[in-house]
């Protein structure tokens, strides 16, 4: 990772961390936490009352989202669900109602401090069928094959690796899986430098991807049926929005591959939509750059 990205992944995570100590220690009211200041395209407005009233106050206070996308991925009882970037935990213990006790919700984020947050909130809701995770979401500690829905609330535009990102999850999916997304997406005219201009990186603004770019880097990792809807504008040529996804159920020779010994340049099935780095302490964008086989993402 170039030193550039690991100055950015580090200003992420600062800012999160910030945000749950905010929560954690910050002032109470007499209902409860007082939310972290965002603008209102941001944060627990983006879920409806009666969603809100369920869960722990300290949830809601740190939802730091730009969407709801558990309302849009029509989870349904039984499912595995991955949450990329849990947060607080409001989509996770959102997820978790939804999917039932017989499934089970994963939340994965990088912040110790959100983590803590999380597992004091999934306590305080009585949440059994959920676990969390401390990793990255560009390397995901989870099998392949083992997650039915993924879900993700204004943090894939967070990754400094995004390519990583869209394989990842398409690795964790089992085939038919699909994912339901609330990201901010910049319009295709924006350049990265107009996109700047309208926020910074860790405002979710500056590291979005255009619709096409979106599109384009989903459909590279192998999904199909990609839709991407605007839901409202958070800056101008700046939209959240509804991206969902999904895993063809035709990928099992793309795995058989991946374990053949056709692997080539220090990433596992090259050039395939579903590859992954040999080495764990790699991307696999730094996989292919160190490779020198050509491989693209």
Request: hydrophobic content about 35%.
């Amino acid at each position: 990772m170039s030193e550039q990205s690991t100055d950015l992944r580090e200003t992420v995570r600062e800012r999160y961390a910030a945000a749950a100590v905010e929560v954690t220690e910050g002032g109470t009211a007499c209902c409860g936490p007082q939310p972290v200041e965002v603008d209102e395209n941001f944060g627990s407005t983006r879920y409806a009352a009666d969603e809100r009233d369920v869960l722990p106050a300290e949830a809601v206070a740190a939802s730091l989202g730009c969407g709801n996308p558990t309302a849009v991925a029509e989870l349904r009882e039984g499912e595995r669900v991955l949450d990329l970037g849990c947060g607080g935990g409001i989509d996770v213990l959102l997820s978790a109602r939804r999917v039932g006790p017989t499934g089970k919700t994963y939340g994965l984020d990088m912040t110790e401090e959100m983590l803590a947050l999380a597992l004091a909130n999934a306590e305080k809701a009585g949440a059994r069928n959920v676990e969390f995770l401390k990793g990255t979401i560009e390397a995901v500690p989870l099998p392949a094959n083992t997650i039915d829905v993924v879900v993700s609330n204004c943090v894939i535009n967070l990754s400094v690796d995004k390519p990583a990102v869209f394989a990842e999850t398409f690795r964790v999916l089992r085939p038919g899986g699909r994912i339901g997304v609330s990201d901010v997406v910049a319009d295709d005219a924006l350049t990265p430098e107009q996109r700047t201009e309208r926020g910074d990186y860790v405002g979710c603004i500056a590291g979005a991807l255009s619709f096409s770019e979106y599109r384009a880097g989903l459909e590279g990792a192998g999904f199909t049926d990609v839709e991407i809807t605007s839901t409202h504008l958070v800056a101008d040529g700046m939209h959240s929005a509804i991206v969902s996804a999904t895993k063809p159920t035709t990928s099992d020779a793309t795995y058989e591959v991946r374990n053949s010994e056709e692997a080539c340049c220090g990433v596992n099935a090259c050039c395939t939509p579903s590859e992954t780095s040999a080495d764990p302490a790699l991307t696999v964008t730094e996989a292919k750059s160190a490779s020198g086989c050509g491989c693209q993402s």
